[in-house]
């Protein structure tokens, strides 16, 4: 019976029983995760021209764009729903939780390399290109910005304040702070999407722009903002998931293995939305 029976706290005999069994939703993940950047470029116009012409089209690129965020968010939820219930069926919690939170760094890990290459082309292309910047004129930035930059860094706060209420047992403050939270990345994702739209009126994108420093500096805009609202996104995701289970009663004892994910994530989102900032809006 004990060899069935998950513990608390003891190791099990098996020194691997905490390993889960394999999943292809790391896999599924991917796919969008690809498609997704090559319907905003196509939607942009930096893919006239290319080597991948059908992917040029404006319609493709809305398919791309649209079909791979729901597939995205299909397959994050899967996954997360597996990750559920292999934590019913571990032997070792302790090492079970261990082993999770060290695939949380490293996830995060490889997230920032994928952000340090947009940061690296950035700030390679600043030092070698006079002309990398806004175009002269445009109002870039400004009070909209600052203020999102005020939300978003207000809900790591609320986050963080979430989860230490949770580790307390007051389950009822947790769950305000973390629908607080929710709402201000909310806010702070419909202000960026805003920018963009008021951006994209007054012509700020590559193709409409002139070959060279400000079409690059477009180029490298979007994107950065661009993937960093898809983290943005994301994270709310995570976060939604962690408050829907905090209703359902779902968090007992140490397991908040979920919570831990979900309010990391999110400090890294704002932890990369400082850098980004700094990058985009002040250094040109």
């Known amino acids: 019976m004990s060899d069935h029976t998950p513990s608390s ?3 099990h005999a098996d020194p691997m029983s905490h ?10 993940v991917t796919i969008p995760l690809v498609a997704m950047p090559f319907g905003v470029l196509s939607l942009l116009g930096v893919l006239k021209g290319s080597p991948v012409g059908p992917l040029a089209d404006p319609q493709v690129g809305l398919v791309l764009l649209m079909g791979g965020g ?8 899967g996954w997360c ?5 292999e934590k019913t069926i571990a032997h070792d919690v302790v090492q079970q939780q261990k082993d999770l939170q060290l695939f949380v760094l490293l996830f995060l890990c490889g997230e920032f390399a994928a952000f340090g290459a947009i940061f690296g082309f950035f700030f390679h292309r600043f030092a070698q290109d006079p002309s990398f910047g806004p175009v002269p004129g445009m109002h870039f930035g400004g009070p909209l910005v600052a203020l999102a930059t005020f939300l978003l860094l207000s809900s790591s706060v609320t986050g963080e ?24 990345g909310a806010i702070f994702l419909g202000m960026t999407g805003h920018e963009w739209g008021e951006l994209i009126q007054r012509g700020f994108t ?4 002139a070959e060279g420093g400000p079409a690059a500096f477009a180029a490298a805009f979007y994107t950065g903002t661009g993937f960093h609202a898809l983290h943005v996104a994301t994270g ?5 998931m962690v408050a829907m289970r905090l209703e359902a009663g779902a968090f007992r004892g140490k397991r908040h293995f979920a919570a831990v ?19 985009v809006y002040v250094v040109p």
């Open 9 to 11: 706290g003891t190791a």
């Open 19 to 28: 390993v889960p069994p394999g999943s292809i939703w790391p896999l599924l």
């Open 70 to 77: 729901v597939m995205f968010l299909y397959c994050l939820m």
């Open 81 to 85: 729903h597996q990750i559920i219930r």
């Open 161 to 184: 304040f979430a989860h230490h209420l949770l580790q307390a047992g007051r389950i009822g403050l947790a769950r305000i702070m973390f629908f607080i939270t929710i709402l201000l």
């Open 206 to 209: 590559p193709g409409a722009l």
């Open 236 to 240: 709310l995701v995570l976060l939604f």
């Open 261 to 279: 994910a979900a309010t990391w994530y999110w400090h890294f989102v704002d932890v990369v939305w400082v850098a980004l900032f700094i990058t």
